[in-house]
């Protein structure tokens, strides 16, 4: 199966935020690499784990990361802070005049009032009308769903996304993943015939 057979067999495909769609992780090391245990980490190739605290180098601990996290949204001047990744926006503009459904699945915290408007704001700056639907997994909380329960209730039948271990959910529920290589996937050895792996979205770009 070619890479644009992949993707046109689906109707309605999903989509993750963040280190996807937006360059969080760019943007928190500009923010927190002067802070602490992250002086020596300047640059997103220098994390091998997205969760921070599994970067034994660090030497950070959960409530550690929380702190740099929250100092982190906490001097976030505007929307513009989070870059989106080059060609996101126009990539889902060509994906969607193929008839196909793109909704908006982030591991985020939707239970939240002021994360949430962030989060929703943060979308329509960047992506200004291209997604009707914002659904939270609530990563890190009590109320924290797995992607693919997410998907199989909407008939979502692929996830574009950054993160293995999502990858992984989503294959062993029967469902199909992009992956989207970063420092923290990249060295993982994994092949399946519902997992295409790609660089970015100008290579997926090449594929409509």
């Not at 500009?30 to 997103?44: A, E, M, P, Q, W």
């Not at 239970?111 to 009308?129: A, C, G, N, V």
């Not at 609530?138 to 039948?157: M, V």
């Not at 999502?166 to 060295?187: C, F, H, Q, T």
Request: hydrophobic share 35%; with cysteine.
């Amino acid at each position: 199966m070619t890479p644009r057979d992949f993707l046109y067999q689906h109707t309605h495909i999903a989509i993750d935020l963040d280190d996807t769609l937006i360059d969080t992780f760019s943007s928190f090391l500009t923010v927190s690499h002067t802070v602490g245990k992250l002086l020596k980490c300047s640059r997103i190739e220098d994390i091998t784990n997205y969760r921070l605290e599994e970067n034994k180098h660090l030497h950070l601990d959960r409530n550690e990361v929380e702190l740099l996290w929250k100092n982190y949204w906490n001097n976030i001047m505007s929307y513009g802070d989070i870059p989106p990744i080059p060609y996101s926006y126009e990539t889902i503009k060509m994906i969607q005049e193929k008839w196909i459904q793109c909704s908006l699945v982030t591991a985020r915290n939707g239970s939240d009032p002021q994360k949430r408007k962030h989060t929703e704001m943060l979308i329509y700056w960047h992506f200004p009308e291209l997604f009707h639907e914002i659904h939270y997994s609530n990563h890190y909380e009590w109320e924290s769903r797995r992607k693919s329960e997410i998907c199989k209730e909407l008939w979502i039948t692929l996830l574009i996304d950054d993160a293995f271990e999502n990858a992984l959910d989503m294959i062993e529920n029967g469902l199909s993943v992009i992956l989207m290589e970063k420092p923290w996937n990249r060295e993982i050895q994994f092949e399946h015939k519902n997992l295409l792996r790609v660089k970015n979205w100008e290579e997926i770009q090449r594929y409509i």
